[in-house]
């Protein structure tokens, strides 16, 4: 290591020139002498620059904490008009604002604490040899320590302390982001409306579905009874509900329950696939799979739709049918088992 203060003798020929040593073409050009800054020799400076550093760092610690203010205390339907934004979410906004200047506090901090405090001494590197003998690897040991030391890392605690302080608080915006993933699904994904004696109605023609309007090969969506489209949360019913009959040859089921659930060939099936709830609606008639389109999961309904391939972790759940006194295909019992996706409450 070596500087213009340092230069080995036989470099420095004291007049600007600087001589070629040895067979290395590359002689050391030296650095200009170094100029110390007001908070080098001036105290009161430094102690004016390290308020400012601790300054910025609370500003962080203030704007994470507001972060965390607006996120519960400002409603989401809330607009407010922002010059040259136009209308805005106001939370939105706040969010932004908030963490962006805590962000860029605890970068301007440290910006501002290296500028003025921490040693400015420029530290040239030799370019050969790469590898570094012992005694330049304790000697940049020693340097480093040095800088560590003149940094004041140690000795300025009011930097430190709100340097940490401001470097705890801001991942707490991002844990109170993981709010955002949605509530947990509890028990809710056991509910749907179906249950014993609810009839099964056709998808297509509103009408309550007889075994003989099932034929072998066919694929019907369906629905419980008590389910109007006009309902206004049809929709939302339906995401769960959403059945799916098929109609194979009895002897076609190999599962011992399958066979016990359906009705002369007839299985119904949760429509929603067991990994990310997409509505299942590929069936092939030969092997009795169906496919989910989104990717790609197929389940063999002559076999518990088991999953035999694709990413769902689970068979679909199967609903239990019978055909009630009045000749309509019915439920015998409510699903068994969580419809839709996986989740850790599954058993
Ligand atoms: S949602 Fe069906 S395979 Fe992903």
């Given at each position: 290591m070596s500087s213009a203060n340092n230069l080995p003798a036989e470099q420095d020929h004291g007049d600007g020139e600087l001589a070629v040593k040895g067979d290395n073409p590359f002689a050391d050009p030296g650095l200009p002498p170094h100029e110390h800054r007001r908070t080098d020799i001036d105290e009161k400076a430094a102690?004016?620059?390290?308020?400012?550093?601790?300054?910025?760092?609370?500003?962080?610690?203030l704007a994470t904490i507001g972060f965390i203010v607006s996120y519960y205390a400002i409603p989401k339907s809330q607009i407010v008009y922002i010059f040259l934004l136009g209308r805005v979410s106001a939370l939105n906004f706040s969010l932004g604002l908030t963490l962006g200047v805590a962000l860029f506090?605890?970068?301007?901090?440290?910006?501002?604490?290296?500028?003025?405090?921490?040693?400015?001494?420029?530290?040239p590197q030799e370019r050969h040899p790469i590898e570094?003998?012992?005694?330049?690897?304790?000697f940049v040991f020693e340097e480093f320590k040095a800088g560590a030391k003149d940094s004041a890392f140690g000795r300025r605690?009011?930097?430190?302390?709100?340097?940490f302080g401001a470097l705890a608080l801001v991942p707490l915006a991002g844990v109170v982001l993981l709010r955002d993933l949605g509530p947990l699904p509890g028990k809710k994904l056991m509910e749907t409306n179906w249950a014993a004696g609810k009839r099964?109605?056709?998808?297509?023609?509103?009408?309550?579905?007889?075994?003989s309007d099932i034929q072998v090969g066919s694929l019907t969506f369906a629905y419980p009874e008590g389910l109007s489209e006009e309902d206004e949360q049809f929709q939302e019913k339906i995401a769960k509900d959403a059945l799916m009959l098929i109609r194979m040859r009895p002897e076609d089921i190999k599962d011992k329950t399958e066979l016990d659930w359906s009705y002369e060939g007839i299985v119904a099936y949760s429509k929603i696939c067991t990994h990310v709830g997409c509505p299942i609606s590929l069936y092939e008639q030969q092997?009795?799979?169906?496919?989910?389109?989104?990717?790609?999961?197929?389940?063999?309904?002559?076999?518990?739709?088991?999953?035999?391939?694709?990413?769902?972790?689970h068979p679909l759940p199967q609903l239990k049918i019978h055909v009630g006194d009045d000749g309509f295909l019915a439920a015998s019992q409510g699903f068994q088992e969580p419809v839709g996706p996986s989740y850790w409450e599954r058993p």
């Open positions: 102690n004016r620059a390290e308020r400012q550093v601790a300054f910025l760092f609370l500003i962080s610690m506090c605890i970068g301007a901090g440290a910006v501002q604490w290296a500028r003025t405090l921490m040693s400015d001494v420029e530290t570094a003998d012992k005694e330049t690897r304790e605690k009011l930097i430190r302390t709100t340097m099964i109605i056709n998808h297509n023609t509103g009408e309550p579905l007889k075994p092997t009795h799979h169906v496919l989910c389109p989104c990717h790609q999961s197929t389940f063999d309904l002559s076999d518990g739709a088991k999953v035999i391939f694709g990413p769902a972790g």
